[in-house]
């Protein structure tokens, strides 16, 4: 059984940078493509970016696009998302997602495993 469990999430001024990671445990993450996912107060689940197996494909949300880069050390079994020139509206609570193909999906329907989620916060 796979578990993830999300780092880095805190308080930041708008402007700001954090490092969200993803650790996976009981499983490799290697053969899987992986996405990052949020959820604000009283709004639906929203997708914000996604990575194939390799890391060699990724696709963002228009909304982070520019800002936030996802990454992935298959080696240490992580997920990275680099969040940078944060905004009030990225505040929510972030959630990593594991889906067992190897392509990259926008759908959070099409993940398998979740995290329980990092929140960040972003004051102005």
């Known amino acids: 059984q796979v578990q993830l469990v999300e780092s880095g999430g805190g308080l930041v001024q708008a402007g700001g940078s954090l490092r969200l990671s993803c650790a996976a445990s009981?499983?490799?993450?290697?053969?899987?493509?992986m996405g990052w996912f949020r959820q604000a107060p009283g709004k639906d689940r929203e997708f914000v970016a996604t990575?194939?197996?390799?890391?060699?494909?990724?696709f963002y949300a228009d909304s982070v696009k520019g800002r936030f880069t996802i990454s992935r050390d298959n080696a240490k079994n992580t997920l990275y998302l680099q969040m940078n020139s944060l905004k009030s509206e990225d505040t929510a609570v972030y959630y990593c997602?594991?889906?067992?193909?190897?392509?990259?999906?926008?759908?959070?329907?099409?993940?398998?495993?979740w995290g329980q989620g990092t929140q960040v916060s972003v004051s102005t």
């Open positions: 990575i194939n197996w390799s890391g060699g494909h990724t």
């Open positions: 009981g499983g490799t993450l290697s053969s899987y493509a």
């Open positions: 997602a594991l889906r067992r193909l190897l392509g990259t999906s926008a759908n959070g329907a099409d993940y398998d495993y």
